[in-house]
């Protein structure tokens, strides 16, 4: 008996065929063609699995290949799948006439267990459940803040690791560093927000109202949050990136085995700067902000500078106004930058998890100034402060 | 801290137990490191050598057991290791493990600028030696970016003498190495065990280097998690009766 299995749906000359003989019980199985990767074995799959399924205990297969016969790696699995089917039944294989190169390859690949074994042991030890996740994150948040505030408190008393010009490069990097794009996005902020408002205000003939408006507004709650986004985007994400890539390289390990704790030593200065950086860079997004309502107010409505300037000055009942806004400011800097340090010190140790450490940086960081930021609201209009 | 005793071996481990998590990597390791000695910690991959060394220069709590420096226990309780027993303790790490935003002078600066109380002057000068000591005369204003892999190691051997300690730790020295960068990096840790009277633990794997630069050795195993053997480098290549330290040394596939 012989018969043709047909092979995939591809017609190129040199399709991979398969032709089997048999001769009391004996199979021949005779390959030929093209048996590499570029040829799916999806479609003859099920062919060769009712053939293995037909097979029983009397029966042998001998594996031949033909002289135009070629072959990689997928050949390989392929005949691995089809011996163990047929070894299933009960039936013999013989290799013996497959070229000394592939019989040693499918002779190899065994899965090597003294390699493997004591790595997925490690692998079990982590698998721990949600429950215990969520309590040792919670404990590595306190345990990372109760360090922060204990080498505070050395700093305060004199007792510190942590740097002068560490901290001075610090507020560098996410003070003066940072003005470009902070007068970009509140200029753009307080010239829509003037836009938008003299839309409005026009209905009600009252325009010169913008002024008022844009000064609140900006010195509120825009100047605040647009600059500590701008952190958290900005700054933050660096702190993670540069603490995590030391971490890394093992920076952070050849500073504790001096004996200088990471947190004293990389992220208080950070924190620090970031903590004074912010309220000053509120306060100068405040003015670009009342700026670009400005330019709003004398190029498009006509009014005059001093005008505008005048219904500005009438709009700040008090400098509480001012000082709310700072007030935040001053503890959205502490959130990005103890969120960005605190993931940069717990990013673990491959490119990819400090990868995800950079992002849950920011998406942290943004997440915690809104709640912060509504809180803040909560607690002045409850304070009658507003 | 009792530096000059004798009679107390420089480091002295007792049923070390070492664990990530559940899994544990080394049980009931006993050996000491007497002073002016070389140790090298042996054994194949995985088999727990870098966590051993971790934990000895105060990286990795252990599970249980004690190592002791100059006779002071490195952990005690749930403190971390006291700064001052660190200090005592030079460690280069496998890839240098500079500080990158730092040029080599103020690598090597930094520990002294922390922890010596020196003048600047002072400092520079120093430092300054400790880098000549490891043949970088030149490369102080380089950063470990601009530095290839062989001055990287000297550099952190450099900062890891920075304070002037007096046990060092190197993990995988050679590693990454060619062989004459290899044969020079051994010839100046000979150099310095020499003249400095300084006492090593290498975590290695290069048969040919820890030959040349140890004199007592132990060998740890995967698969038991313990120290399979315990003696002279040379003598376990020749002598060694233990199947898995016979096929290191002869570089044979185990049976």
Redesign the interface.
Same mark, same amino acid.
């Given at each position: 008996m012989s018969k043709e299995l047909k092979t995939g749906k591809t017609n190129k000359p040199n399709r991979p065929q398969l032709k089997i003989e048999e001769g009391d019980g004996e199979y021949s199985l005779l390959f030929s063609g093209d048996w590499t990767i570029r040829h799916s074995k999806n479609g003859r799959l099920s062919e060769f699995v009712s053939f293995a399924d037909q097979l029983s205990e009397k029966n042998s297969c001998r594996f031949q290949l033909s002289d135009d016969f070629a072959w990689d790696s997928s050949f390989l699995l392929f005949i691995q799948d089809f011996e163990q089917r047929i070894s299933m039944q009960g039936a013999a294989v013989d290799f013996s006439s497959l070229p000394e190169g592939l019989a040693n390859l499918l002779a190899k690949n065994k899965p090597n267990q003294?390699l493997v074994?004591?790595?997925a $042991?490690?692998q079990?030890?982590?698998e #721990?459940d949600i429950f215990d996740q969520i309590l040792s994150g919670f404990l590595r948040v306190a345990e990372f803040w109760g360090k922060w505030l204990i080498f505070l408190w050395g700093l305060i008393r004199g007792k510190s690791?942590a740097?002068g010009r560490d901290f001075l490069l610090a507020c560098r990097d996410c003070g003066a560093s940072a003005l470009p794009i902070v007068t970009l996005i509140s200029y753009l902020t307080g010239l829509t927000m003037a836009f938008v408002g003299s839309v409005q205000l026009e209905k009600f003939n009252a325009t010169i109202y913008t002024a008022d408006l844009v000064c609140l507004a900006m010195v509120r709650e825009m100047g605040p949050l647009m600059v500590a986004i701008v952190m958290a985007g900005r700054t933050g994400a660096s702190f993670a990136a540069e603490i995590g890539?030391?971490k890394l390289?093992?920076?952070v $390990?050849?500073?504790?085995?001096?004996? #200088?704790?990471a947190i004293d030593f990389l992220v208080l200065p950070r924190t620090l700067a970031l903590f004074l950086m912010t309220p000053l860079l509120t306060l100068y997004a405040d003015i670009v902000g009342i700026m670009g309502g400005l330019t709003v107010g004398t190029q498009v409505m006509g009014f005059s500078a001093l005008h505008y300037f005048e219904q500005t000055q009438s709009a700040l009942l008090s400098m509480w106004e001012i000082y709310s806004g700072l007030w935040k400011s001053l503890a959205f800097g502490l959130i990005v930058g103890l969120v960005g340090c605190y993931k940069g010190i717990n990013s673990g140790n491959s490119s990819i998890s400090l990868g995800k450490s950079v992002t849950s940086s920011v998406v942290v960081s943004i997440t915690l100034i809104v709640i912060a930021d509504a809180l803040f609201e909560l607690a002045y209009s409850y304070l009658g402060l507003r | 801290m009792s530096t000059l005793n004798p009679s107390i071996p420089v480091i002295g481990v007792s049923d070390l137990c070492l664990s990530y998590g559940s899994s544990m990597i080394l049980e009931n390791a006993t050996f000491s490191v007497e002073q002016g000695q070389c140790l090298a910690v042996m054994g194949g991959s995985g088999c727990g050598k870098s966590t051993l060394l971790r934990s000895m220069v105060g990286l990795l709590r252990p599970k249980s057991g004690q190592i002791k420096v100059h006779g002071a226990p490195l952990w005690d309780g749930r403190h971390a290791p006291d700064s001052r027993i660190l200090r005592g303790l030079g460690v280069l790490f496998q890839g240098g493990a500079l500080w990158s935003s730092m040029n080599l002078l103020e690598n090597v600066s930094l520990p002294l600028e922390t922890f010596s109380g020196l003048s600047a002057a002072e400092i520079k000068e120093l430092a300054m030696y400790k880098i000549g000591q490891v043949g970088l005369k030149g490369a102080e204003s380089l950063y470990p970016s601009q530095m290839s892999g062989g001055m990287k190691k000297r550099a952190g051997i450099a900062r890891a003498l920075a304070l002037d300690p007096k046990v060092l730790f190197f993990d995988e020295p050679s590693a990454g190495l060619d062989p004459v960068n290899c044969r020079k990096l051994d010839e100046l840790i000979l150099d310095l065990k020499q003249n400095l009277a300084l006492t090593f633990v290498v975590v290695s794997h290069e048969i040919e280097s820890i030959v040349s630069i140890a004199d007592n050795g132990i060998f740890l195993d995967a698969n038991s998690r313990t120290i399979l053997a315990h003696g002279h480098p040379q003598s376990l290549r020749e002598s060694c009766s233990v199947p898995e330290v016979r096929d290191f040394f002869a570089r044979t596939l185990p049976a």
């Open positions: 003294s074994q004591g790595r $042991d490690l079990a030890g982590a #721990i690791f740097r890539s030391m390289n093992e920076e $390990d050849s500073l504790r085995t001096l004996g #200088i704790p | -």
